[in-house]
Structure formats: C-alpha cells, structure tokens
C-alpha cells in the first residue's frame, strides 16, 4: 500500500544544531507540503513543492529550508534549530491538478508527524 | 487572504448527546474547497470531508453530517449519537486556487462514557 512516511517521530536537539526531518511517499504525488502544528495555531504551511526542483515558502518559512531531488522525498532542514520551532511538523502529498476548476480541490494524505524539541 | 474560525476551543459531552463543531471561513474567491479533518489521540490527520463552493447540499456519512452555508460562510459539522471513539481534534480548512490548505485552529472534542 502506498503511504507517506516521516523520520525521526521524535527528536531532541539543541539550540543552534541543524536538525533535518525527512519525508518519503510512495503515492506519486507531485504535490508534497510541510505544516507545523502548534497550540493555538492549527497547522501552518512552512514550505511546499508542486514537483522535482521546485519549492515554495508557506506562511511560516523563516528558519527553515526545503528542496526537492525526486519526487518520492521532500526533506525539511532547520539550519540552526530555536527554542520557537519546537513543535510537531506534518508532511503531506497530494496530487497535481490542472485546471482553475480543479485548483485547490486535491485532499491532502498527511504523515503520522514529527515531533521535535529544541531544548 | 484567507481565514477559518474555529471559535470553540474545547467541546465536551456525554455519550450519545449530538454535538455540533462551528466553522467560519473569510475568502474573497468565488471558487473554493472547504474540508474536514479529525485528528484522534494517536496524532494523525485523517481525511473527512470536502466540499466545493458551488455545492451546498449538506451531506451525511452515517452519524457525521456537514451543513454548508454560502450565506453565513459557515461549514458546521454535526456528529449524532456521539461515541467515545469520536474523541478527538477537528479541524476544518479551506482551500483556494493553490494545492494547500488553510486551517482553523481546531476544535478539541471530548466524549465522556
């Protein structure tokens, strides 16, 4: 069965280290997105990618970076962790539409979340 | 820009009482998707609804029911006869002209046995 995997599930780290949580599907999907999700907040889109070498920043891009070799992963990387980026962070994949009438339409598959510390 | 309102932080009822979960959203497109999603305890998100801004029949899914309102901008979820398994965090998102979501902020339900 197709599905969409994130590691680590947990991770501590300190303030400062890069911190890298990956994120692999076997769907297929060109789409794949980064949310964090906090209390009071929901989830808010960090970064996303509509295919191979393609990216974009999310609502709450500072602080993080993404890039896309294939379309099977998008890793995302905390170049010097904080204290405010701890959080759970969900990836997700969709497929592409075409198409206005079909923009925005696709349902998100979403992984079982990372959750990170930064101590 | 985009918005959803999730006004009701935490919701707590006795089994099999109905419960209904509010969803306001602000959008300026004509054309836009509003969803369902329910997160358990385990933490994953799992697919509910969807629906699109031309359709506003309410739809029924066993004990869950959406009643989706252009008027109001209102896309309220209903669960009949609720259930301990029904115990979790609901969010309801909306989408517009990209392939993302915007989310509310979720609402915690708690069904007591």
């Known amino acids: 069965d197709a599905e969409i995997t994130q590691s680590p599930r947990h991770k501590i780290t300190e303030t400062g280290r890069q911190v890298t949580l990956a994120c692999h599907q076997t769907?297929?999907?060109?789409?794949m997105f980064w949310y964090r999700q906090d209390l009071g907040h929901g989830l808010r889109l960090i970064h996303y990618s509509y295919g191979v070498h393609d990216t974009n920043k999310g609502e709450v891009s500072d602080g993080y970076s993404v890039s896309r070799s294939n379309t099977e992963d998008l890793p995302l990387t905390l170049e010097s962790a904080a204290s405010s980026q701890t959080s759970v962070y969900f990836c997700a994949s969709s497929e592409f539409s075409t198409g206005p009438e079909n923009s925005g339409a696709n349902v998100l598959t979403f992984g079982a979340g990372s959750r990170l510390t930064v101590l | 820009a985009q918005k959803v309102t999730q006004a009701q932080t935490e919701i707590s009822v006795v089994e099999k009482e109905d419960v209904t979960l509010d969803c306001v959203y602000e959008?300026?497109?004509?054309?836009?998707?509003l969803f369902w999603y329910k997160q358990p305890p385990s933490g994953e998100l799992v697919f509910l609804i969807r629906r699109n801004s031309f359709d506003e029949q309410n739809e029924i899914s066993g004990r869950y029911s959406w009643n989706f309102q252009k008027s109001t901008s209102s896309f309220n979820f209903t669960i009949t006869a609720s259930q301990v398994v029904d115990s979790a965090v609901y969010f309801c998102a909306l989408s517009t002209g990209a392939n993302n979501l915007f989310f509310g902020t979720g609402t915690r339900l708690t069904v007591i046995p």
């Open positions: 769907w297929n999907h060109n789409n």
């Open positions: 959008t300026r497109d004509t054309t836009y998707y």
